[in-house]
């Protein structure tokens, strides 16, 4: 007689998911301004577009210098298409414009993929890198397709509407967004789950090994590269309905290396790291951008000091202090992250005060010497703006290194308690 086994129901997985589903929407219902369904918007793009580079970087251990170049391509074949749909020459509905780029993408990573893939490591860093610089020049070269400097435009209200859908309203186009970005967030986990994906590890980890095994690193590499291909283009084809316009930004080393950094920032060691490093990268274009002019300089710090202190990303900070928290001793350790928290913040006040009263002297010196920073007004002519801000920031770093401390050897005693703790489970 024979038996099946099933396995047990993974309640969890399911409350997660449903949780991401709510999430998804009702955020644009408590976010209602226009600002905030554009930035909800892009959200969802850029979260396709971070996991589908993260399955190279992240569980291919490919450091890829190019992945704009089919997010980008993508949005060109994408928005092309959706003019055949204005001119009536494509049959098809807006909503699936996106599936075009998505194609695209995956054509282009199967033609440029092959050559890609024979090599791993920097040479396939570098050969990703020369890429990306030949596209990009193409596409200031062939202004038929790529349309030059000005671009090529659209527009997605187009075809017949259905149920009063035209994707005319922000809002309209946000739920599209979602729906591909849940869809697309499933199925990349789902590919985390299958033989190519774990086999997928396992080149990361040890290509020799696999080798050894039977299996063909470069084939591996190739498939899931072709697989990240088609949802970064799925993830251009929504830029292009977003936008309505496709520029050759879209294909430059400045796109495909926003990719590398906040997919790092994230957690690309993490499923969900890269999707806190795709609502970061929102954050940072759209709203920092807006408050100074010195944000590439912050971002850059921001980068340096993550790859010293934590390699792992923001993913895995949340991750260490929910397994500090799981056993109990987060209470042990908040004052010191208060601590942390107020000490950091000095020592940006003072360091932004004097980026700031750097940057106002050499691009805004006409409109005066005074400036505005956090509520304080500055001179950045003044030896007394520059000496205080100096002395916040050395004051500030000399209260952290004393908190900084005094946390490592909190966090030292609670990771042995914790080690305690399991060996006498075990034990039990």
């Not at 251990?61 to 092309?80: E, K, P, R």
């Not at 986990?189 to 039977?214: K, M, S």
Request: glycine share 12%; proline share 2%; aromatic share 14%.
């Amino acid at each position: 007689m024979t038996y099946y086994k099933f396995k047990p129901y993974n309640v969890a997985r399911v409350v997660i998911w449903s949780l991401f589903a709510i999430l998804l929407l009702v955020v644009p219902l408590v976010f209602t301004s226009q600002l905030s369904a554009t930035m909800l918007a892009q959200m969802g793009i850029a979260i396709i577009a971070c996991l589908s580079y993260n399955m190279l970087l992240g569980q291919g251990g490919m450091l890829s210098f190019g992945h704009a170049v089919y997010t980008g391509l993508g949005s060109y074949m994408a928005i092309h298409a959706l003019n055949m749909v204005t001119a009536g020459a494509l049959h098809i509905p807006v909503s699936l414009v996106p599936l075009v780029g998505g194609l695209a993408g995956m054509g282009f990573a199967i033609l440029l993929g092959y050559v890609t893939t024979r090599k791993s490591g920097t040479p396939f860093a570098m050969i990703t890198m020369g890429i990306a610089e030949l596209v990009f020049a193409m596409s200031l070269m062939f202004s038929e397709f790529f349309g030059g400097e000005a671009g090529v435009s659209g527009n997605r209200v187009a075809g017949d509407s259905f149920w009063g859908i035209t994707y005319g309203p922000q809002i309209q186009i946000y739920y599209l967004i979602s729906i591909y970005t849940f869809i697309c967030v499933a199925l990349m986990y789902a590919f985390t789950q299958t033989p190519l994906g774990r086999i997928l590890n396992a080149v990361r980890d040890n290509p020799e090994r696999v080798e050894f095994i039977g299996y063909n690193t470069q084939r591996v590499r190739y498939f899931s590269f072709i697989i990240a291909g088609f949802f970064a283009g799925i993830a251009g084809g929504l830029s292009a309905l977003n936008f309505e316009i496709v520029t050759a930004e879209v294909v430059g080393a400045g796109r495909s290396g926003a990719y590398l950094l906040f997919t790092f920032l994230g957690g690309a060691t993490f499923f969900f790291g890269p999707i806190l490093g795709a609502i970061l990268m929102v954050i940072a274009f759209v709203l920092l951008s807006e408050f100074t002019k010195a944000w590439l300089l912050y971002l850059g710090l921001l980068f340096l000091f993550m790859v010293m202190y934590a390699p792992g990303g923001f993913a895995s900070l949340l991750m260490m202090n929910l397994r500090v928290a799981a056993f109990g001793k987060l209470r042990q350790i908040w004052v010191s992250y208060l601590g942390l928290i107020a000490t950091a913040m000095l020592i940006l006040m003072g360091a932004g005060a004097m980026i700031e009263m750097v940057y106002h002297l050499q691009l805004n010196d006409s409109l005066g010497d005074t400036l505005k920073f956090i509520g304080v007004t500055l001179d950045a002519k003044s030896i007394d703006s520059w000496v205080g801000s100096l002395l916040l920031m050395v004051t500030g770093l000399g209260l952290f290194e004393v908190m900084r401390r005094h946390y490592v050897h909190e966090w030292g005693e609670i990771q042995t308690g914790i080690e305690n703790e399991i060996k006498r489970r075990e034990a039990a």
